[in-house]
């Protein structure tokens, strides 16, 4: 099977796009095909196929259609290139083999036999006026969206699968050999378009960028905080990139970013929402049950500043209920007595998920007893339950109030025996 792909070439950074669109190409239902494909410089950055949802009455309407929805790609990739700090100077050139649909958007008078059309001539106009497009005339020859959207000989497919500069067997793109400007903007990219669409972030994992984007991050790159937010979002995308996180080492990147102020709470997210997906051969689980990852999560929640330390007893609570075998490993390795310590914390919400945390490491602890006794905890539930904060008694704290009375009540069993 042979390969193919798009070489990325040197060149002025101009926007241009090609629309077309195949009239009543469907035998069954009639419905017309739309199709345009947009370049940057030389090299095609954006193509889109789509089935229209309606029966259009005429080739000129379709066309129309397919220029309409090639105008909102366009207003988008402009946008991007801005947010790139890249200058669009000049109206997008659209190209279109229509001389009907040209005529359309250059006549300021509208016909009532277009009247179906008015509300994508006005959006065509709008945009046309404002000088953010440029609708020029192309020959069917040389229509490059005609391979997107009609059946082709294939001399003709051929001939336009190379305009499209679509080539066998690409020499594969090493990232690593890119230059610094050229990496930054590709990550800067690569985070919006995957921002965009999550299935984008499921194709890059699949075509290999983890490794390139660890490497960034254990290296201690420049390009590090471009990469950091790419792979965190990697662990949300799906099952698949998920995979690939773990088999590439992913969890212990995450883990290594716990001594990282800034990613900490987000690297801790990304590790419950992998454990959260764990398959039947728990993967993750084994990988996070290792002694050093135990000591890493342990080690986090004893020494996590305190203006973060509500934002991590939710995902701590993910991973301990998620998994039995962590919540004891955890709990043995000193999180129980660090839990119970906390319980005095001046926020409502934090002592609510701390109590839930407790709970759950005191249903799979291995020696319940001297938990609760070394510990005080019955002492300190009772505390929970009859302070008063502000000198009033705790009528926000409604919550934390039943929770410490259910816990003491579950903890009097093993208090008397």
């Not at 290792?290 to 509500?310: G, H, M, S, T, W």
């Not at 002592?351 to 020696?367: G, Q, T």
Request: net charge positive; charged share 20%.
């Amino acid at each position: 099977m042979e390969n193919y792909g798009l070489p990325i070439s040197h060149g002025p950074l101009d926007l241009s796009t090609y629309s077309d669109a195949d009239w009543a190409g469907d035998i069954e239902t009639r419905r017309s095909t739309s199709g345009y494909c947009s370049f940057l410089g030389t090299t095609p950055i954006l193509w889109t196929v789509k089935k229209r949802h309606t029966v259009s009455i005429s080739s000129t309407e379709a066309e129309y259609r397919a220029l309409a929805a090639a105008i909102t790609d366009i207003i988008w990739l402009r946008q991007l290139l801005q947010d790139f700090k890249i200058q669009v100077l000049h109206p997008t050139d659209l190209y279109c083999d229509s001389t009907s649909t040209i005529a359309l958007d250059n006549n300021p008078v509208f016909h009532a036999k277009t009247k179906h059309m008015e509300i994508d001539h006005h959006f065509i106009r709008h945009h046309i006026h404002s000088n953010i497009i440029r609708v020029q005339k192309i020959s069917t020859q040389d229509q490059l969206a005609n391979i997107l959207t009609k059946p082709l000989s294939t001399s003709r497919y051929h001939f336009l699968r190379s305009k499209l500069r679509v080539s066998e067997n690409p020499r594969r793109l090493n990232p690593l050999l890119i230059s610094h400007p050229i990496k930054f903007q590709v990550l800067s990219a690569l985070f919006n378009l995957c921002k965009i669409n999550k299935r984008r972030q499921e194709q890059a994992a699949e075509n290999g960028i983890i490794p390139y984007l660890m490497n960034f991050i254990m290296s201690d790159s420049s390009l590090k905080h471009s990469a950091l937010p790419l792979l965190c979002d990697m662990a949300h995308a799906s099952r698949n990139s998920r995979e690939q996180l773990r088999i590439h080492g992913g969890l212990d990147v995450y883990l290594n970013l716990l001594e990282d102020e800034a990613w900490a709470v987000t690297a801790l997210d990304s590790i419950a929402v992998c454990l959260a997906h764990d398959n039947d051969h728990k993967k993750v689980e084994q990988a996070m049950l290792r002694k050093e990852a135990i000591q890493k999560l342990v080690k986090f929640f004893r020494d996590c500043p305190e203006q973060y330390f509500v934002n991590i007893l939710e995902p701590f609570l993910k991973i301990i209920t998620k998994s039995a075998r962590i919540n004891t490993a955890m709990a043995t390795s000193g999180l129980a007595t660090l839990l119970i310590s906390r319980l005095d914390h001046q926020d409502a919400i934090a002592r609510l998920n701390l109590l839930k945390l407790i709970k759950a490491v005191y249903e799979h602890h291995p020696r319940p007893k001297q938990l609760i006794v070394e510990n005080d905890l019955p002492q300190k539930l009772q505390n929970l339950i009859e302070e008063r904060r502000n000198g009033q008694r705790s009528g926000g704290q409604v919550l934390v109030k039943q929770m410490a009375t259910a816990l003491v009540k579950a903890l009097h069993i093993n208090t008397v025996l």
